[in-house]
């Protein structure tokens, strides 16, 4: 159980990209992206790691066309805000 070991919690989702790669599933790969993005983003963790995870989902979730996964994608990269970042495509 991970919830009170954020460290633990992080490897966790490491493992799970590692394990989606593996398996050659987009949206898992998009999913486990997005999680840890949002955990570093919750933890108050690197906020470029937590950028650059949320962007690799949002892409991953847009070469498969899933929108509704695009929109929460997108609302976690506002919710890192980082001004020096290019501004996203919609």
Known sequence: H???H???ALDLFAQSIAY??????PIMLADAHL????RLRALGGDAQAARRHLEVALSLYRQCD???YVSRAR???EQ???PG???SRP
């Open 85 to 87: 970042a290019p501004a």
């Open 6 to 8: 954020p460290r633990r």
């Open 20 to 25: 989606a790669e593996r398996q050659e599933s």
């Open 80 to 82: 890192v805000g980082d």
């Open 66 to 68: 899933a929108a509704p």
């Open 2 to 4: 991970a919830a009170g």
């Open 75 to 77: 609302a976690a990269l």
């Open 35 to 38: 999680e840890l993005g949002r």
